[in-house]
């Protein structure tokens, strides 16, 4: 059996546009409303669980960028909401009837936003329904990091962005290095 922290080193992002839609199907049928946009925001925007999770309406829908100092780094962080995501989270505010200072993922057990470990398990629970493998809580990070990667090729900006120190910890973090050499090896043959 696997540690949470040896899973947590084990997540990988989602590839596929497919496993994507799939995942957000089985979040909506399997879960909620609410777990389908942790899901989509998630992967739309690569914040950290940790600062996703502690996201108010209004830092999201006020101005055109969320501003957070992450826990992580303790850092300023600006990342832009695009038009089409602004969107989706108005609607779903409107639908849920939340206020502009409540939590953009509420508990349905206090005030507070929900936690780490239910998020962990509402992925984990979407993730085996839609038989996707190696899913966490990281897995939403690391999938924007992935597809931003694949969208616009451009290593230096993604690492930019994750706020790594480095490149080649981009490429590690985000399974490329990986692809890159089981593709390279795919047809190498004499």
């Known amino acids: 059996m696997q540690s949470a922290s040896q899973k947590i080193k084990n997540v990988q992002p989602i590839r596929r546009l497919d496993h994507i839609d799939?995942?957000?199907?089985s979040?909506?049928?399997?879960?909620?409303?609410?777990?389908?946009?942790m899901f989509s925001i998630g992967i739309n925007i690569g914040l950290r669980i940790g600062d996703l999770l502690q996201?108010?309406?209004?830092?999201?829908?006020?101005?055109?960028h969320i501003v957070i100092v992450e826990q992580k780094t303790e850092k300023i962080k600006r990342f832009l909401v695009n038009p089409q995501l602004r969107k989706e989270v108005r609607k779903y505010v409107r639908k849920m009837n939340l206020k502009n200072?409540?939590?953009?993922f509420p508990s349905r057990k206090g005030d507070g936003p929900i936690t780490?470990?239910?998020?962990?398990?509402?992925?984990?629970k979407a993730?085996?329904?839609?038989?996707?493998?190696?899913?966490?809580?990281?897995?939403?990070?690391?999938?924007?990091?992935?597809?931003?990667?694949?969208?616009?090729?451009?290593?230096?900006?993604?690492?930019?962005?994750?706020?790594?120190?480095?490149?080649?910890?981009?490429m590690i973090y985000i399974g490329l290095?990986?692809?890159l050499m089981d593709e390279t090896l795919m047809d190498f043959y004499f």
């Open 55 to 64: 996201l108010r309406v209004r830092d999201i829908l006020e101005g055109t």
């Open 177 to 179: 290095t990986q692809d």
């Open 27 to 37: 979040l909506l049928k399997y879960c909620s409303y609410r777990d389908y946009m």
């Open 101 to 104: 200072e409540q939590y953009l």
């Open 127 to 170: 993730a085996d329904m839609a038989d996707i493998p190696d899913v966490g809580t990281h897995t939403l990070r690391k999938t924007f990091g992935y597809l931003h990667y694949q969208k616009f090729k451009d290593i230096a900006l993604l690492q930019q962005i994750l706020n790594h120190s480095n490149p080649k910890d981009t």
């Open 22 to 25: 799939k995942m957000k199907k």
């Open 116 to 124: 780490r470990v239910q998020a962990y398990r509402v992925l984990n």
